[in-house]
């Protein structure tokens, strides 16, 4: 069974950076294309980064390309969010995700099958 833990959330002020970590474990991690979501108070969830399963590729929604870099190590099992020039709309829970397709982690569906418990970012003025 494959689980997943967050870690690096917390409080940071608007144009700050933050970097978000989720260590995989449970299965062969190089068998699974990776990704983050983020979900906003009384909002949808949404795809926030997506990469693949050797890291070579990295797919990002237009509002997040050149602030947010995701990477992956898989001699650690682990992958990484960088995220820069961070907004008040950027608040949210993130949460990394899990699956053997990459489209699943690219565009959310189908759901991915494994997913972390959610770490907090929030965007203070």
């Known amino acids: 069974q494959v689980q997943l833990v967050e870690s690096g959330g917390g409080l940071v002020q608007a144009g700050g950076s933050l970097s978000l970590s989720c260590q995989f474990s449970?299965?062969?991690?190089?068998?699974?294309?990776m990704g983050w979501f983020r979900q906003a108070p009384g909002k949808k969830r949404e795809p926030v980064a997506a990469?693949?399963?050797?890291?070579?590729?990295?797919y990002y929604p237009e509002s997040m390309k050149g602030r947010f870099t995701i990477a992956r190590d898989n001699a650690k099992s682990t992958v990484h969010l960088q995220m820069r020039n961070l907004g008040q709309e950027d608040t949210a829970v993130y949460y990394c995700?899990?699956?053997?397709?990459?489209?699943?982690?690219?565009?959310?569906?189908?759901?991915?099958?494994?997913w972390g418990q959610g770490t907090q970012v929030t965007v203070s003025p």
């Open positions: 995700a899990a699956d053997a397709s990459l489209t699943s982690i690219h565009e959310g569906n189908p759901t991915p099958t494994y």
């Open positions: 449970g299965r062969m991690f190089s068998g699974y294309a």
């Open positions: 990469i693949d399963w050797d890291g070579n590729n990295a």
